[in-house]
């Protein structure tokens, strides 16, 4: 094989690699804690209605 045909081959394997860890980095954190929490709610209304009553 050609040099880059082996550099090609290397930057696969390396892609391939990265892409696996992070489904094992994904499963992981989703596995220690994989309750999700809503966003906090907007209260810029309330703060106005406060301020101006």
């Known amino acids: 094989m050609q040099r ?5 081959v290397f930057t696969g394997v390396v892609a391939v690699i990265l892409g696996l860890g ?9 596995w220690r ?11 810029s209304s309330a703060i106005q209605e406060f301020w101006q009553s």
Do not use: K, T
Request: proline share 8%; hydrophobic share 50%.
């Open 22 to 30: 992070y489904l094992v980095l994904v499963q992981v954190l989703d």
């Open 33 to 43: 804690g994989g309750e999700m929490l809503p966003a906090p709610v907007d209260l």
């Open 4 to 8: 880059s045909q082996w550099i090609s």
